[in-house]
Structures are given as structure tokens and as C-alpha cells.
Nanobody, 122 residues
Framework: VQLQASGGGLVQAGGSLRLSCAAS????????MGWFRQAPGKEREFVAA????????FYPDSVKGRFTTSKDKAKNTVDLLMNSLKPEDTAVYYC????????????????WGQGTQVTVSS
């Protein structure tokens, strides 16, 4: 499986961005797809995940209520809509796919996309 993320860019605080991730290859029904981010000098941080077989979604408190992830199984894509962006959301965002054993941990994910830069100016 290869993951290709797109949609990053520069936005002012309070603005919105939508990231998209296209998967080539089969995503197993038991898997999740999601997003992590990494800011300079910081560890990778879980951002969102969605079960491929249902509508269950997962978010950390830092983005809950502002970010929404969704999927299109027919297109094999997953999106991340980011609203009310803050300067602290600035990071490289990675699309991920893997089993649903522990969606919050980086080690859960087998496949990682190349990353797309999101920069939020104050």
C-alpha cells in the first residue's frame, strides 16, 4: 500500500485547510487510516484516525472539535478537515494506515505517506 497526502499549505490562524490522502492498494476492512503530525524538535503526535469498516473516529483532546476525518471507500481516500487552526498546529502531517489494535501509537501503523507541510501563521 502506498499513501499519497496532499493539501498542505500556509494559512492564517483561525483558518481552515483540508488534507487528502489517496491509498493505492487494498485497505483491509479491519484496519484504520489516520493522521499524525510532527513539529520541528518534537515527537510525532497522533491527530486522527477512522476505522475503514465503520464510521468510528478517534481524536486527541488537542484537536477534538476542530479537526474532522472522513473516508471515501469507493475512492480509497481519507480526508482531514482542519478548522480553527492555531500556530501550534504547524507541522508536517503524515497519512497512515494499519491495524486497529492501538490507533494512538505510531508503532500501530504499517504504512506512512510522505508528509505534507501545514504552516499556520499568527
Amino acid at each position: 500500500v502506498q499513501l499519497q497526502a496532499s493539501g498542505g499549505g500556509l494559512v492564517q490562524a483561525g483558518g481552515s485547510l483540508r488534507l487528502s490522502c489517496a491509498a493505492s492498494g487494498r485497505i483491509l476492512s479491519s484496519w484504520v487510516m489516520g493522521w499524525f503530525r510532527q513539529a520541528p524538535g518534537k515527537e510525532r503526535e497522533f491527530v486522527a484516525a477512522i476505522r475503514w469498516s465503520s464510521s468510528s473516529t478517534f481524536y486527541p483532546d488537542s484537536v477534538k472539535g476542530r479537526f474532522t476525518t472522513s473516508k471515501d471507500k469507493a475512492k480509497n481516500t481519507v480526508d482531514l478537515l482542519m478548522n480553527s487552526l492555531k500556530p501550534e498546529d504547524t507541522a508536517v502531517y503524515y497519512c497512515v494506515a494499519g491495524p486497529s489494535r492501538d490507533v494512538y501509537r505510531t508503532t500501530n501503523y504499517v504504512y506512512w505517506g510522505q508528509g505534507t507541510q501545514v504552516t499556520v501563521s499568527s
